[in-house]
Nanobody, 120 residues
Framework: QVQLVESGGGLVQPGGSLRLSCAAS????????MGWYRQAPGKQRELVAI???????NYADSVKGRFTISRDNAKNTMYLQMNSLKPEDTAVYSC??????????????WGQGTQVTVSS
């Protein structure tokens, strides 16, 4: 079985920073892409940032220049450094990963989510 566990959420003032982590564990042959999504109350879930196995990245326009996604392949861990946070960044942040468990089995997995609240 595979698990994704997020950490690093919390309450921060506008302009502040947070760093989220997402660690994958279990039977893992390789990890393709990994991404961070967020969902605010009353809104649809949106892609925040994604990083592929070779390291290329994409960001939502709303976070470009403020957020940085990275991954440590040796630790099967992904990070999201969030700077210059705004109240509109408040949401539950969830990680997603496409994981190859064996040579023939690939699935998408989700973490449980971590709350990020930006408020004074």
């Amino acid at each position: 079985q595979v698990q994704l566990v997020e950490s690093g959420g919390g309450l921060v003032q506008p302009g502040g920073s947070l760093r989220l982590s997402c660690a994958a564990s279990g039977t893992i042959f390789s990890i393709n892409h990994m991404g961070w999504y967020r969902q605010a109350p009353g809104k649809q879930r949106e892609l925040v940032a994604i990083i592929f196995s070779i390291g290329n990245t994409n960001y939502a326009d709303s976070v470009k220049g403020r957020f940085t996604i990275s991954r440590d392949n040796a630790k099967n861990t992904m990070y999201l450094q969030m700077n210059s946070l705004k109240p509109e960044d408040t949401a539950v942040y969830s990680c997603n990963a496409r994981i190859r468990r064996t040579a023939w089995v690939t699935n998408d997995y989700w973490g449980q989510g971590t709350q990020v609240t930006v408020s004074s």
